[in-house]
């Protein structure tokens, strides 16, 4: 089954001294249902998976899998620069019962061809057969950037498993490629906020992102308008979306992203290094920003 809707992308709770607040997640999951999100993708760039060891990431999925309702499916990411890592996540995931798995790919050793990612997302896919595998694809971060379109070319007789694609990158006629390949059989899931609209135009049906954590509502508002084959209120509801993005970025990217979560009542506690987490000034700021691009007001309306 496909995924649809909203996915949030959560940031992973953690006490002022830099461990796991785990304790957190089951409030956390709560919410993100009350807000009407359909999954959670956990432990990836938001959740600063690469930040954690690889015992902390598997104490993470358990407590989410364990905490979510039914209704919020838990995708695992298990990408990790060693492939031995990423099969133990994903054995792990597997055994906890997780929806799903993600997989970025290697990001320090990259792979030289498509062949070569394939192979690598077999051999993750292949420890966890029992569940949906998502391959997570993200540039920016990774630096790898085959087509998708070839990458499902090449992987849908490898990868038994293979569901789909966590697309998080700017081409949109790769995108529409995905969305249509062999019929529309894979999960393509738009993996970029900013954009959702022109993800919808071009086929999206689901979406994972870290915004939709602190503003599900207004996402749902720009679906609904777009489905109702409402423009004008779709765009408006991106703008919306895209200003408040802006003050996010303007006052340090993931880390004000985090913070986010504070002024909206759930606190997720610090960064780890090398990110920098925003000093009381710096919060003060950011909400004063957030006041004026009206976030308080439109986020969390139906």
Not at 35 to 56: D, P, R
Not at 142 to 160: C, W
Not at 206 to 233: E, T, V
Not at 275 to 296: M, V, Y
Request: proline content about 4%; overall charge neutral; aromatic content about 8%.
């Amino acid at each position: 089954m496909k995924l649809n809707g909203l996915v949030a992308a959560p940031f992973t709770p953690l006490q002022r001294d830099g461990s796991l607040n785990l304790g957190q997640i089951e409030q956390y999951s709560a919410m993100l249902v009350a807000n009407g999100v359909s999954g959670a993708f956990i432990c990836g760039t938001t959740g600063e998976g690469a930040s954690l060891t690889t015992a902390e990431r598997m104490q993470v999925a358990e407590r989410w899998v364990s905490a979510a309702p039914r209704e919020l499916k838990v995708i695992v990411h298990v990408g990790h620069a060693s492939l031995a890592d990423c099969r133990t996540l994903a054995q792990h995931a597997e055994k906890n019962r997780a929806h799903a798995v993600g997989c970025l790919a290697p990001y320090f050793f990259k792979p030289a061809s498509i062949d070569d990612l394939v192979s690598f997302c077999a051999e993750v896919a292949a420890a966890a057969p029992a569940v949906p595998f998502y391959y997570y694809h993200m540039p920016s971060i990774t630096g790898v950037s085959f087509s998708m379109a070839d990458f499902l070319a090449a992987a849908e007789n490898r990868i038994p498993t293979l569901a789909g694609i966590k697309f998080t990158y700017e081409n949109l006629m790769d995108y529409e490629r995905c969305v249509s390949f062999s019929g529309g059989r894979y999960d393509i899931l738009f993996g970029r906020d900013e954009m959702l609209l022109a993800g919808l135009a071009t086929g999206c049906r689901g979406a994972i992102g870290s915004s939709y954590n602190y503003a599900a509502p207004l996402y749902q508002r720009l679906m609904a308008a777009f489905s109702a084959g409402d423009l004008d209120a779709a765009r408006r509801e991106q703008g919306r979306a895209n200003e408040m993005i802006a003050v996010m970025i303007r006052h340090g990217g993931l880390q004000a992203a985090k913070a986010i979560m504070g002024l909206i009542g759930l606190d997720c506690g610090p960064v780890r290094l090398p990110l920098r987490s925003l000093n009381a000034e710096q919060i003060s700021a950011l909400r004063a920003d957030l006041e004026k691009c009206g976030f308080f007001e439109y986020r969390s309306r139906l």
